[in-house]
């Protein structure tokens, strides 16, 4: 240690090595080394769950944070997203030639019939902007968002009200929970990507896959 009671070894005595000292410092400098390695390690591994716990702001999140991890998602999917031309439009959205105007919503509570008409009033306007006859609708939305998954079991995310002008503009209605278990399901089956995704964009109302959680997250 350098001290021995109130005496420090002087600098020069380090020019002497006794028996085995060379041992030691060698073990200690094999030892830092093996530290280091394992503290860079672990700093890669806190980065990692870091960048997968930011996948549960499709659950937790709203706003800016929201929107932002829904566009990384439908990239990851294999979307060609842009962000919209206006500060109405959210996304949009591209997949071998199939187009949707894309709103994201987060909300404390269920969605609601603005958001449908919401939705087509910018589907109506891209449609005439770019000189096409129609276009897809998505409404994305982490509704309840302040309530853990297991109590959102039992609420209604889509009131039939809403529901109904959304069938008959021939939106597609899905929660980000949702998105994440389409996410999961393309990374786990990479072959059947085209075909999700094709159901996404022909699902009519309220997207019927996922709706349960628990088929891909772990809860204690």
Known sequence: ??????FTLPEWSNRYFLHKEREFTGKIKKVEEKLQNIL??????????????????????????????????LEEMGFNV?????NRVDLIVEFKG??????????????????SRQLEQWVSEYCIANEISECKGILIINAFSNSPLDE???KKVFPDSMTKISVERRHCLITTTQLLGL???????????DELISELFETVGIYPKFEDYHEFIEET
Do not use: W
């Not at 240690?1 to 109130?6: A, E, K, L, N």
């Not at 404390?108 to 603005?114: G, I, L, R, V």
């Open 152 to 154: 959102r079991m039992s």
């Open 98 to 115: 199939k187009i949707a105007v894309v709103e994201i919503k987060g909300t404390s509570k269920s969605a609601a019939e603005n958001h």
């Open 82 to 86: 842009k962000v919209g031309t206006s």
């Open 40 to 73: 860079k390690q672990k700093d890669l591994i806190k980065t990692s769950l870091f960048e997968l716990e930011q996948y549960k702001i499709l659950f937790c999140g709203n706003g800016k944070a929201l929107e932002r991890q829904v566009t990384k998602v």
């Open 183 to 193: 996410f999961y399901a393309i990374q786990n089956s990479p072959g059947k990507r």
């Open 1 to 6: 240690r350098g001290d021995v009671g109130d």
